[in-house]
């Protein structure tokens, strides 16, 4: 075989052999491209944000969720929950969130809600339980609940998420003497339960950080401060 032939041969081989590679390549990115309108349009799910933009077109569906049982009591709570589909840029967004609370009695069968309407959004709700002395055969005991609730649009983004400012708020374990004890609260830096069965929370507000001993069982805060920040060195 002449020289010729062969060089011939070797070229139309690395010819075939680069369009294959370039249809695999084009193949690939055909694929990628199609993940990614897949992923640009797919419905996307949030939770604890409300939809509060009147120019949105919202499907609104109210259900509730799991129950939750109240250490020590005889009171379940049932959550109120929305699932809102509505359009996001290119794709859907479905969006759940907390937005009351139905306590019942699981031996007299009463049942109340937290509050008498449902526009707010419940971020976060837990019951108090005192920590028990080791060892004890008591059986713990809620002393009340504790709620973090976002009423209103504070950032005027459209929505009711943890971006806005909020509530804390306490009730007892029967949903009974609701009472929000700080408003237009910035952060939650944490909480704990004392051994009294007093909430002790730190919290931000008004460019400040605060802490607070809170007594359940009176519905009422019993010492707060103002927690000094280390001075600007010059």
């Known amino acids: 075989m002449s020289k010729t032939k062969l060089f011939r041969l070797l070229w139309r081989f690395n010819a075939f052999v680069i369009a294959i590679a370039g249809m695999f390549a084009v193949g690939i990115l055909a694929i990628a491209i199609l993940f990614l309108i897949k992923d640009a349009t797919r419905t996307r799910n949030v939770t604890s944000v409300v939809n509060v933009d009147n120019e949105?077109?919202?499907?609104?569906?109210?259900?509730?969720?799991?129950?939750r049982e109240v250490p020590g009591t005889s009171?379940?709570?049932?959550?109120?929950?929305?699932?809102?589909?509505?359009?996001?840029?290119?794709?859907?967004?479905?969006?759940n969130s907390v937005r009351n609370i139905l306590f019942l009695d699981t031996v007299s069968q009463n049942q109340r809600w937290l509050v008498n309407q449902s526009e707010q959004l419940i971020l976060k709700y837990q019951p108090v339980?005192?920590?028990?002395?080791?060892?004890?055969?008591?059986?713990?005991?809620?002393?009340?609940?504790?709620?973090?609730?976002?009423?209103?649009?504070?950032?005027?983004?459209?929505?009711?998420?943890?971006?806005?400012?909020?509530?804390?708020?306490?009730?007892?374990?029967?949903?009974?003497?609701?009472?929000?004890?700080?408003?237009?609260?910035?952060?939650?830096?944490?909480?704990?339960?004392?051994?009294?069965?007093?909430l002790f929370v730190v919290f931000e507000?008004?460019?400040?950080?605060?802490?607070?001993?809170?007594?359940?069982?009176?519905?009422?805060?019993?010492?707060?401060?103002?927690?000094?920040?280390?001075?600007?060195?010059?």
């Open 56 to 67: 949105d077109e919202i499907d609104e569906e109210w259900s509730f969720g799991s129950f």
């Open 75 to 95: 009171i379940v709570l049932l959550p109120l929950e929305t699932e809102q589909n509505y359009a996001f840029e290119y794709s859907g967004k479905a969006a």
């Open 129 to 198: 339980v005192p920590p028990t002395q080791e060892p004890s055969e008591e059986q713990e005991k809620a002393v009340g609940i504790f709620y973090q609730i976002v009423e209103n649009d504070t950032n005027n983004d459209g929505r009711l998420n943890y971006l806005d400012r909020f509530s804390l708020a306490i009730s007892e374990t029967s949903g009974e003497r609701f009472k929000i004890l700080y408003e237009d609260v910035d952060a939650l830096l944490g909480n704990k339960v004392l051994e009294n069965g007093d």
């Open 205 to 234: 507000k008004d460019s400040q950080t605060q802490s607070a001993t809170i007594d359940l069982e009176a519905g009422e805060v019993r010492k707060a401060r103002v927690i000094e920040k280390l001075p600007v060195l010059p």
